[in-house]
């Protein structure tokens, strides 16, 4: 079966020369894609994280259609309206934090994180330039979020216009991991290292690192990097792009690992994964501080599609739906930890881990590790032909699917997994 490339479109990290044709998907319904050529196939990575509920949910597609009819866009600098103000009151309501600002994905969700956080430290007469990040990092693809993420061959081209940022190891850990305790004892040495010097904010993704390999770190270590975080007076930044809305077993992972963000960035699940939206979350103590006659204490940022009507009323449905249903992000974890406990005696698998919706190991293989390794595009050729759709992290395996596939659509997952490590 050979597809033509489409001769206008440039698809997202892809290298054309060296991948397969994109296939044409026709329709979604649940946890399944269908396609125009071939069987449907069960998205067991959400759609590249995002699909919350599972494809064209007639909850939110109904709530959209609605809002379409009524109000599709307005500026948002003069006006205000209802799906906003309520989507305002239900985020604040489950973060812990007053003030909503709207932006339009995760990587400017981001931006406008550290926009606050170094704002904020001049607004108060004190600036401070340092932000903290950790290695193996991801916060986006705009420039600010390249920055702050880990520095690798994406972001080789434009080295020489990202800012310096102090970095801090990220203490992965996984099933049976006897050297946890001395990886995070390093780890808080380096970062009150590089507290000493007057830093604007420490940035992290709470419990669990995405596009970095999937990787895991235990609450009680984020507790002790709160603690020191706030001792110097740097602000929190919890980037939960990935891990709000459930991903991680609760609401949000900063919840989950017992931690307080003063900043909280938003965005894939907000919407259900249906409408692009992002939305940075302050405290009210931070708000206050871009208060006052003086126009240089204003937030000079926006962006033209502004709390669109239409995302905020696929938001307010999509947190109805987890609201209505909270079992199923909080019992996730339990569903995939039996067939995850068989792949884990798996001769070619290692440093098993799990957090909420999200199941991981990585292949003991040979050659380079990360994004460039070839054992990952075997496994996801052979998962296609049975019916699971998966996009490996060089060798780092995962299902991240959507709340809600059905046991025997899991079931099926973990066997083509099974069926992919017994081939290569
Ligand atoms: C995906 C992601 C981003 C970037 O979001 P985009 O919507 O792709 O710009 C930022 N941070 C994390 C943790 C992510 O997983």
């Not at 494809?55 to 906003?84: G, M, S, W």
């Not at 709207?102 to 406008?112: I, K, L, P, Q, R």
């Not at 705009?142 to 690798?152: I, K, L, P, S």
């Not at 009323?313 to 067939?339: D, G, K």
């Amino acid at each position: 079966m050979t597809i033509q490339r489409h001769p206008n479109l440039w698809p997202p990290f892809t290298q054309i020369a060296t991948t397969a044709s994109p296939q044409r998907v026709t329709a979604g319904e649940g946890a399944l894609l269908f396609r125009e050529q071939g069987g449907p196939l069960i998205d067991a990575i959400s759609s590249w994280w995002v699909t919350l509920h599972g494809h064209a949910h007639p909850v939110i597609a109904e709530a959209v259609a609605d809002q379409a009819r009524r109000l599709e866009q307005v500026i948002f600098a003069d006006f205000t309206h209802e799906p906003a103000e309520q989507l305002a009151i239900r985020l604040s309501g489950i973060t812990g934090l007053q003030r909503l600002f709207f932006s339009d994905n995760g990587s400017t969700a981001v931006e406008v994180a550290l926009k606050i956080a170094c704002q904020w430290w001049a607004n108060r007469g004190q600036p401070r330039h340092q932000i903290v990040a950790f290695d193996g990092a991801y916060h986006g693809d705009t420039f600010g979020a390249m920055a702050v993420g880990e520095r690798n061959l994406f972001s080789a081209p434009f080295e020489d216009k990202l800012f310096p940022v102090a970095r801090v190891p990220w203490p992965s850990t996984w099933w049976n991991d006897s050297e946890v305790n001395t990886k995070e004892a390093a780890s808080l040495q380096v970062l009150e290292a590089a507290l000493e010097t007057p830093t604007a904010a420490v940035i992290l993704e709470p419990l669990l690192q995405g596009a970095g390999g999937m990787t895991i770190v235990r609450p009680e270590f984020l507790q002790e990097v709160e603690i020191r975080t706030k001792t110097s007076g740097a602000l929190l930044i919890a980037d939960e792009v990935l891990t709000g809305f459930g991903r991680c077993g609760d609401w949000f992972a900063s919840r989950r690992a017992g931690i307080r963000p003063d900043l909280m960035a938003l965005s894939k699940g907000l919407t259900g994964g249906c409408l692009p939206m992002g939305v940075t979350m302050a405290s009210e103590a931070i708000f206050e501080a871009f208060i006052g006659k003086d126009p240089s204490l204003t937030l000079w940022h926006g962006h033209s599609f502004t709390a669109n009507p239409l995302g905020c009323a696929a938001a307010v449905a999509s947190i109805t739906l987890l609201e209505t249903n909270p079992a199923a992000f909080q019992n996730f974890e339990a569903r995939h930890r039996p067939y995850l406990k068989r792949l884990d005696q798996h001769p070619r698998v290692e440093r098993t881990r799990l957090v909420g919706t999200v199941a991981a190991f990585d292949l003991v293989v040979k050659g380079p590790a990360g994004y460039l390794n070839p054992a990952g595009p075997a496994i996801k050729r052979i998962a296609m032909e049975h019916g699971v759709f998966l996009r490996p992290l060089g060798q780092v395996i995962y299902l991240l699917p959507p709340l809600c596939i059905s046991d025997a659509q899991l079931a099926q997952c973990y066997e083509a997994v099974g069926t992919a490590l017994d081939q290569i």
